[in-house]
Every structure is written in structure tokens, then in C-alpha cells.
């Protein structure tokens, strides 16, 4: 092997285009590094003034996402900027790259929706590691968030893998406090004053109580009569809770709720039958014959 001949062919290829591939390269790895840390220090600033776990995790996602895009933006002027040096047209490069990648996005298009739409979810905060959400027609706790999907588990425990390309309308049930709604159904000769009276007093109890009351931000609010239903007056009201605390604290109010109309004697109304026997043509109604045997109510000719 010929080295004299080879250093002969390094030092011309250094005199004429080296060293300004060199330079380029050189240039290249100074600027990549400083976006770098331009970015690593933006993120970090953000980072601190967030207060949830949630928040942060968002952040470091959006991050690796933005220092990935900044490399390839990068490179690529790099590698534009190389190639004529190496004596290679970016002509026709661009032309075979833009028919390759043009081939490429047909067949990507749906990967291309679902990586955008996943980083404008994480951009916006609409979505964050332990939210309760319906997306895409399934509801349930959100265990993972990516730029391409979003990862979902229901109260039976199953879980839902749903692209984010799919999402179009996001319903967040756990975004800086929640309301459990309650439809509270009396009996319609029952005083719904006296009514609402209980439910305020039930909610005093409650926001006493150790274990609830750091998850009730505010007493519960009374709506008022909302309906007159087949059966009951319903009275609507709600609770303003931390959130995804809602469900736990409106089982419990449920139940305290429920033992206080049973010591006032505040009737939770069922659905009631009316038993109609017909009349004939005189108006004269069949009689219905009840007789009690063992307890229990017979009709007529039963033994």
C-alpha cells in the first residue's frame, strides 16, 4: 500500500474541501450542543414552577420531542451544506428525496396525524398521567400518554389503546377539581325545605370528618328543584371536590344521606303500580277479591 500516496490524497482533498467539511461539522456540533442547553434550561425553568407529578412528566416528554427535532433540523442543514463540498449536486438529491418521502408520506399519513396530535395533547396540558378522560368513545384512567397514543384503563380494568389521531374531543372529569352531582329523589309529600335542610346538615358532618374533609374544596351547593319525576321531586345539588376524590366522597354522602332520611322519616320514593280492573259498558267495575292466608295476600278462588 502506497501510504505516501494516500497522504498525497488527504492533503489535497484537505486543501481544496477538508477543512471546510471540517469547519461545517465543527460548526454543526457547537450549535447542536448550545440548542441543547438553550432547551435543557427552558424545560428546567418550567419544570420547577410546576406542581404535579402529571406536569413534569409532560414536560420531560415534550422535551425529548423538541431535542430530537432540533438534531435532525440540524443534521439535515449539515449534511445540505456538505454535500456540495464532497462534490455531490443537492439538486437532484432533493429531487430523489422529495419523490422518496412523498411515497413515504402516503404510506405514513396516519403515523404522521396520530405523532402531531399527541404533541399539540401534550402541548395544551389536556391530557396528564392520572386524569379520568373520555376519548374516542372509551372513558377511564389514564396510565400513559405518548406522541402517538394514549393509554387508558377502565373501572372492569381493561385497558384501551387509543391512537391520538383518533381523538377529537377530549372530556377531562379531572382537571384542577371535580363536582360529584347528586339527584336526590323524595316523595312528593315530603317539605323539600326540610329536605334541603338535611342534605346541608349531612354535608356539615361530612366536611367534619378527618378522613373527607381535605378532599371537599367548597359546601355543597343547592341547586334546587330541578324536576317533578313519576314518583319524586328530585332535587339537584353538587360538590366540589379535588380532583378524581368525587366518586369516594358522593358514595359516602350517598350513605350518610340515605341512614339521615331514615331517622327523619323522609320517604325515598319507588316506582308504584296502579292496578286497573276495566269497567263494562254501565261503568261497573269487576270485583277484585284479596283475602290474607299464611301471611301472604291470595286472590279469589286460590287455596
Do not use: C
Not at 505516501?4 to 447542536?32: M, N, P, Q, S, Y
Not at 418521502?101 to 404522521?112: D, E, I, T
Not at 367534619?208 to 367548597?218: A, F, P, S, T, V
Request: cysteine-free; charged content about 25%.
Amino acid at each position: 500500500m502506497d501510504f505516501e500516496a494516500i497522504w498525497l490524497t488527504i492533503k489535497d482533498w484537505l486543501a481544496t474541501g477538508g477543512l471546510r467539511v471540517l469547519l461545517i461539522l465543527l460548526l454543526a456540533f457547537i450549535v447542536l450542543s448550545i440548542l441543547r442547553l438553550v432547551v435543557r434550561r427552558i424545560f428546567a425553568t418550567l419544570s420547577d414552577r410546576q406542581e404535579s407529578d402529571e406536569g413534569r412528566k409532560r414536560l420531560t416528554t415534550l422535551q425529548s420531542v423538541v431535542a430530537w427535532v432540533t438534531t435532525i433540523v440540524v443534521m439535515a442543514v449539515a449534511i445540505m451544506m456538505i454535500l456540495p463540498e464532497l462534490g455531490i449536486q443537492i439538486g437532484p438529491v432533493l429531487a430523489a428525496a422529495g419523490i422518496v418521502g412523498l411515497a413515504v408520506g402516503f404510506g405514513a399519513q396516519q403515523l404522521v396525524q396520530d405523532v402531531i396530535s399527541g404533541f399539540f395533547i401534550l402541548m395544551e396540558n389536556q391530557i396528564r398521567v392520572g386524569d379520568v378522560v373520555q376519548i374516542a368513545g372509551k372513558g377511564g384512567l389514564v396510565e400513559r400518554v405518548t406522541l402517538r397514543m394514549t393509554v387508558l384503563r377502565d373501572l372492569s380494568g381493561s385497558v384501551h389503546y387509543i391512537r391520538n389521531g383518533h381523538i377529537d374531543t377530549v372530556t377531562n372529569m379531572t382537571m384542577d377539581f371535580s363536582y360529584y352531582l347528586f339527584d336526590i329523589g323524595v316523595a312528593y309529600r315530603e317539605n323539600t325545605d326540610e329536605v334541603v335542610a338535611v342534605v346541608k346538615e349531612v354535608d356539615e358532618d361530612l366536611r367534619k370528618d378527618d378522613e373527607y374533609k381535605n378532599d371537599i374544596l367548597d359546601p355543597i351547593e343547592i341547586l334546587g328543584v330541578d324536576k317533578f319525576a313519576d314518583s319524586a321531586v328530585i332535587i339537584k345539588a353538587r360538590l366540589k371536590t379535588k380532583p378524581i376524590k368525587q366518586w369516594r366522597v358522593g358514595r359516602e354522602f350517598n350513605r350518610r344521606l340515605k341512614h339521615a332520611f331514615d331517622s327523619k322519616e323522609i320517604e325515598i320514593p319507588y316506582p308504584h303500580m296502579t292496578v286497573y280492573m276495566g269497567a263494562d259498558k254501565q261503568g261497573a267495575a269487576n270485583p277484585l277479591r284479596v283475602a290474607m292466608k299464611d301471611g301472604e295476600a291470595i286472590g279469589a278462588g286460590n287455596e
